[in-house]
C-alpha cells in the first residue's frame, strides 16, 4: 500500500441508525475502536462476559475486537464513532460514560462531518479536540456481569427476561440445587445472585424509562409495590432519581 494511499485512509467514521426493536449483531470492524451512543431510546449490548446497558446521554467504548449483540424493546436512535485502532481513543475494556454538555455536541457534530482524516488542517484539528474530550468521560454503572458457565448463563439469561422467576424452578431446570446456583452465580459473577437480580430488574427499567412509560407503570411492570417503592430502590441502585438520570447530566 503506497504511503499516500495510506493517509488519505479515514481516521474516524461516522454512523447514524434508527434500531426497530429486535436484535443485531454489531459489523465487525477489525482495527476500529467504536463509540456508541443512544441519542434517543435505550440500547443493550452483549459483549464478552457483560450485558451493558445504554441509555441516552450514555455511550458504550468497545475496543477493538470486541464482539457485540444488540437487543432492544423499542426503537433507539444511534449515533456510533469508529476510530483507528491505533489512535487509541478508547480503554481497554468496554465502558460506558456519561456524555453530555459539548463533548455529546461534539460527537453528533462529528458523525454527520464523518470522516475524518489526518490530510486536511481543520480535520487534524477537530480530532485532536475530539480525542481530547473523550477521554477521561465519568464511567457509568451500567454493566451487569455474566456468568461464564452454560448452566449458570441460563439461569442469568431467564432472570433478565422475568426477574421474578423462581430461582428453586430456575436451578432445578438447569439441574442444580437453589444453593449451588447462588453459590456459583456469586463466584462467577462476583455479585450475591439477590443484588444480581435487583439490578437485572433495575437496568430493564431503563429501557421503558427512556421511551416514555409512566415512572408508575415501569415501577409496577418491575415488581415493585408502589412507584415510590421503585424510586428509591432506583435511586438507591443509580445514586439519582429516574428523571435526574435519564437527564445524564455528569
Known amino acids: ?149 452454560p448452566a449458570t448463563r441460563r439461569a442469568a439469561e431467564i432472570l433478565r427476561t422475568d426477574p421474578d422467576a423462581e430461582l428453586g424452578e430456575i436451578a432445578r431446570g438447569i439441574g442444580m440445587s437453589r444453593r449451588t446456583l447462588e453459590r456459583r452465580f456469586a463466584a462467577e459473577t462476583g455479585i450475591a445472585l439477590g443484588a444480581w437480580r435487583r439490578r437485572a430488574r433495575l437496568l430493564g427499567a431503563l429501557e421503558p424509562l427512556a421511551a416514555g412509560v409512566p415512572v408508575a407503570r415501569v415501577g409496577v411492570e418491575s415488581g415493585y409495590s408502589t412507584a415510590s417503592a421503585f424510586v428509591t430502590a432506583f435511586t438507591t441502585e443509580f445514586g439519582e432519581s429516574p428523571r435526574n438520570f435519564l437527564r445524564g447530566k455528569a
Not at 105 to 126: F, G
Request: glycine content about 4%; charged content about 20%.
Open 1 to 149: 500500500m503506497s504511503k499516500t494511499r495510506h493517509r488519505t485512509e479515514p481516521l474516524v467514521r461516522g454512523y447514524a441508525v434508527t434500531h426497530p426493536p429486535g436484535r443485531a449483531a454489531l459489523a465487525d470492524q477489525a482495527g476500529w475502536d467504536h463509540l456508541i451512543y443512544t441519542a434517543t431510546g435505550t440500547l443493550t449490548v452483549h459483549a464478552g462476559d457483560h450485558v451493558w446497558t445504554v441509555p441516552p446521554h450514555r455511550a458504550l467504548w468497545l475496543p477493538d475486537g470486541a464482539a457485540a449483540e444488540t437487543r432492544n424493546h423499542y426503537r433507539a436512535a444511534v449515533r456510533t464513532l469508529y476510530f483507528a485502532a491505533h489512535l487509541r481513543a478508547a480503554p481497554a475494556t468496554a465502558t460506558v460514560v456519561t456524555l453530555s454538555g459539548f463533548p455529546r455536541e461534539l460527537l453528533l457534530y462529528v458523525v454527520r462531518v464523518c470522516p475524518l482524516t489526518d490530510t486536511d488542517d481543520s480535520q487534524r484539528a477537530l480530532l485532536t479536540v475530539l480525542l481530547d474530550q473523550l477521554r477521561d468521560l465519568p464511567a457509568a454503572r451500567l454493566a451487569l456481569p455474566v456468568p461464564h458457565d
